[in-house]
């Protein structure tokens, strides 16, 4: 693994911030980044504005206040008083109102914005056959009952029920990389079925009836494959991966898929003949009985596993056993009404973990077992974690979840205002992947608060402590991997 380019390379430029203030920086990368970030901002805009454009108003300086106060606000400083404190020096009643009303009621299409975030993601990260599209589900923890959406459901950020708002989202992952690109906010069933409730909260007629999670993650699926979008294939965890009818869709549209199962499913090792066994019986049976893959694992031995490298770490090279087999999956409709004729095909894959503390994984695939070996299927396995990566980063450092706001409408605005934040912070990233490898969000956010601050000496305390916590890491990092070839 290169190390970093040498960061005590002197480089005396001098930037002028005004009439009376400049200041030397000390790395050429970090010069770069800095003045690339200023240039950056503005245009990143620039190419959503006309989103903002309504036919007798143009919001969009309303949408540059909300964005640049995502990023000039800390954790649960971002309602909408404390973001136009961030942004102004002086904050009258009039201008709290339209900030209220640009989130709340002008009718800027939040979905438009959200297709043309999903399009230049899916362009940026370019090779289309090794980009992952992501499904997840994420709890809002929030506080009362008027929040549209709101209800004790499961929040997985706490691991049990709590009063929270979920949405559904879609990710577009490559390597190490990964942007959000769609969402949907996941109605309880006892909000449908209150039309007043419904109401109150601003929601469409069209949107007040009940849609599971899947339901609503096809539907981004269909939303985002019609405007355009490439990518090798779908990802998701057990909730998704344990429906037939979800993986069947999916395959019907003509689309790969890698989704996580339970260890309770039950599989077939051959391909089982579908029919009815004699002229009485009604519904559709196997000839053969399916097997759990608890059941199967507990027959495999250390020899039918490879040691296979997934990816590159901070602390060396992820490392897992893999087991891939040839399996079949039959969808048994409901109650034997709906069943399918034939069994379909699957690549089933095992991980096991190296250390003792770490889960085995467990996956079904659309992808033939000789159409991949067994280092990719591992690789596409594996990338379901940097939605998990994308929701922590958006969240910590964009306010992802710190909303205040009840409306159906201004939910979604808020969702596809985070998301362009994030395109702006991906956009950096891999702008700077080359000289500045180790570029986070937080590095991100920290000097792009500075672009708003008149202190010098601010920015460059900023930049020198990057300029050191990077070297740090990548001193980790370089120890990692020549440990691993000692």
């Known amino acids: 693994m290169k190390k970093c380019p040498a960061t005590k390379r002197a480089f005396n430029f001098k930037y002028q ?28 805009f620039d190419e959503f504005k006309d989103v903002f454009k309504l036919a007798k108003k ?29 942004v102004s020096n002086q904050v009258s009643d009039a201008e709290y109102q339209s900030l209220h009303h640009f989130m709340t009621s002008s009718p800027w299409d939040s979905h438009e914005l959200m297709k043309r975030i999903g399009l230049q993601t899916n362009q940026l990260l370019g090779n ?59 109605l309880l069933e006892k909000w449908c079925n209150d039309p007043d409730r419904c109401k ?5 007629k069209e949107q007040q009836q009940y849609k599971t999670k899947l339901a609503l993650a096809l539907e981004m699926l269909r939303e985002n494959l019609s405007s355009g979008m490439k990518f090798g294939w779908v990802g998701a965890d057990s909730l998704y991966g344990r429906s037939h009818h979800f993986c069947n869709a999916i395959e019907d549209m003509g689309q790969r898929f890698v989704l996580d199962i339970p260890v309770a ?38 020899r039918d596993f490879q040691l296979t490298k997934i990816r590159k770490t901070t602390k060396g090279w992820l490392k897992a056993k ?61 990338q379901r974690y940097l939605v998990e ?14 909303y205040q706001i009840r409306k159906y409408q201004s939910w979604y605005h808020f969702q596809a205002l985070t998301m362009l934040a994030m395109l702006f912070v991906l956009k950096e990233i891999l702008r700077n992947r080359e000289q500045i490898p180790l570029l986070s969000y937080l590095d991100l956010k920290k000097i792009i608060q500075c672009l708003w601050d008149e202190k010098t000496n601010k920015l460059m305390l900023r930049l ?21 070839y000692q």
């Open 389 to 402: 990566k994308a929701f922590k980063d958006s969240s910590k450092d964009l306010g992802m979840s710190d």
């Open 58 to 86: 143009d919001v969009s300086h309303k949408a540059v206040q909300l964005l640049e106060g995502l990023f000039r606000t800390g954790r649960g400083e971002r309602n909408l008083e404390r973001i136009l404190e961030a």
């Open 200 to 204: 109150k909260a601003g929601i469409p």
């Open 322 to 382: 893999i087991h891939v087999a040839q399996v079949w999956v039959w969808d048994q409709g409901d109650h034997g009404k709906g069943a399918e004729k034939q069994a379909r095909e699957r690549t089933l894959i095992i991980r096991k973990p190296c250390s003792k503390n770490g889960k085995i994984k467990i996956s079904l695939s659309n992808f033939k077992i000789n159409e991949c070996n067994i280092d990719r299927f591992a690789f596409m396995q594996s």
């Open 128 to 186: 289309y056959q090794d980009i992952a599209y992501i499904i997840d589900e994420k709890a809002h923890l929030k506080k009362g009952n008027c929040s549209v959406g709101v209800g004790n459901q499961y929040a997985g950020l706490v691991g049990k029920n709590e009063n929270c708002q979920v949405g559904v989202y879609g990710a577009l992952a490559y390597q190490q990389y990964a942007g959000l690109v769609n969402c949907r906010l996941f």
């Open 265 to 302: 499913t039950r599989l077939f090792l051959k391909a089982p003949c579908i029919g009815l066994p004699n002229p009485k019986h009604k519904r559709l049976k196997a000839d053969i009985k399916p097997v759990k893959v608890e059941d199967y694992l507990g027959q495999l031995e250390a």
């Open 464 to 484: 020198e402590q990057l300029l050191k916590r990077h070297q740090q890491r990548q001193n980790d990092i370089d120890r990692y991997y020549k440990l691993e």
């Open 17 to 44: 911030l005004s009439d009376n203030q400049s200041f030397n920086f000390k790395s050429h990368r970090h010069e770069e980044l800095y003045l690339g970030l200023r240039a950056n901002f503005s245009s990143h």
